[in-house]
Nanobody, 117 residues
Framework: QVQLVESGGGLVQPGGSLKLSCAAS????????MGWYRQAPGKQRELVAS??????????NYVGSVKGRFTVSRDKAKNTMYLQMNSLRPEDTDVYYC????????WGQGTQVTVSS
């Protein structure tokens, strides 16, 4: 069983930054993908960023709208995944969810990100 807990969301002005954290517990394998998703009311959940490790090498991917602005990383010692979000825009306003693919999909409870003046 895997437990994921997100934190770090909040209210930020356009152009500002936030860093989200996803603390994982349970049977976590770094070779399995982890990712950040976001979902706004009335819209489908969208993959924002993913990360998979092979030895010391991390493979990352981003949805086009966040490339150059967001950075996903993972601290294996702390068993925590991060999403550094820079140059935030109002359209980034969503609930952000942590995901782990471990045979089945595990999800965190979500953390609210609001970008507004």
């Amino acid at each position: 069983q895997v437990q994921l807990v997100e934190s770090g969301g909040g209210l930020v002005q356009p152009g500002g930054s936030l860093k989200l954290s996803c603390a994982a517990s349970g049977s976590i394998f770094s070779s399995n993908p982890m990712g950040w998703y976001r979902q706004a009311p009335g819209k489908q959940r969208e993959l924002v960023a993913s990360i998979t490790s092979s030895g010391s090498v991390n493979f990352v991917n981003y949805v086009g709208s966040v490339k150059g602005r967001f950075t996903v990383s993972r601290d294996k010692a702390k068993n925590t995944m991060y999403l550094q979000m820079n140059s935030l825009r109002p359209e980034d306003t969503d609930v952000y969810y942590c995901n782990y693919r471990g045979g089945i999909d595990y999800w965190g409870q979500g953390t609210q990100v609001t970008v507004s003046s």
